[in-house]
């Protein structure tokens, strides 16, 4: 597995695998088993997969939450040759925000409700970071999980609206056997936490937003929102504070269960 820190290596170590497809896996590291479900489908979509690993610092207002993000390079690198990566594009900050940097992509309403209204700037961060990687990597196709539903929809209307010539497939939500979602943040959860924090999973089964509030209230996790999101397929979206660790996650409103 190749590891390239620049936008020039990553390139040129690309251009003997651009005669078949490229599958990207965007990712922030932390690597746990929902990543590896986009890199198995990649895997055996693709004839070559790049996983990129970047703590995208244009994501995060809050800097306590930037510098607490868990970090553990060696141990994804391990994990993504595990898992048949074939490169990985780690660049650092400086690579994609270099001095002057200052060009923007906004998708104005998808990226301005639930997540943006909580995170103002989220989004901006999330669609400039992946457009440029979509530059960088020209992928055939790239992968995000479902658990982001927003994220999801907010790159498929970027990548319709700047006709890029990619596709975009979700994965569902990889999630533990208690039924909590699979997050980088869940190691932050202490063990009651993650008792109050299986709530969450709960109250989105109800598939009905008032409902879900109702049990979430009956807890008393504080809740951000949980409402149902005109995504395509809709779902029921919820964001929730557990402690200092906010939990995101949802549910398709189309599927049987
Ligand atoms: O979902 C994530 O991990 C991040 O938002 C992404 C897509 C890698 C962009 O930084």
């Given at each position: 597995m190749r590891v390239c820190r620049t936008i020039t290596e990553a390139r040129t170590a690309l251009e003997p695998h651009r005669d078949g497809t490229i599958g990207l896996v965007p990712t922030m590291g932390a690597l746990h088993a929902g990543h590896l479900s986009l890199i198995d489908a990649a895997r055996s979509e693709c004839s070559t997969v790049v996983m990129s690993l970047f703590v995208n610092p244009?994501?995060?207002?809050n800097p306590g939450d930037l510098n607490g993000y868990p970090r553990d390079e060696p141990r994804d690198l391990a994990v993504a040759a595990d898992a048949g990566v074939d490169l990985v594009f780690a660049p650092d900050a400086s690579e994609m925000y270099p001095p002057g940097f200052q060009t923007w992509v906004e998708v104005t309403d998808l990226g301005a409700m639930l997540e943006g209204e909580h995170r103002p700037d989220h989004f901006r961060g999330v669609a400039t970071v992946c457009l440029k990687l979509f530059n960088i990597v020209d992928p055939d196709v790239v992968y995000f999980g479902q658990k982001d539903a927003q994220q999801v929809a907010v790159l498929r209307q970027l990548i319709a609206d700047l006709a890029l010539e990619l596709e975009l497939r979700a994965l569902p939500t990889v999630r533990d056997p208690d039924g909590l979602a699979l997050s980088s943040?869940?190691?932050?959860?202490s063990a009651p936490g993650r008792e109050l924090a299986l709530a969450l999973p709960r109250s989105l089964a109800t598939r009905d937003p008032e409902r879900a509030r109702a049990l979430l209230d009956g807890v008393g996790i504080d809740v951000d929102y949980v409402e149902i999101a005109p995504f395509d397929p809709p779902v029921l979206a919820a964001a929730v504070r557990v402690g200092s660790t906010r939990l995101i996650d949802n549910v398709s409103l189309e599927e049987d269960s």
């Open positions: 244009a994501q995060f207002r943040r869940n190691v932050r959860l």
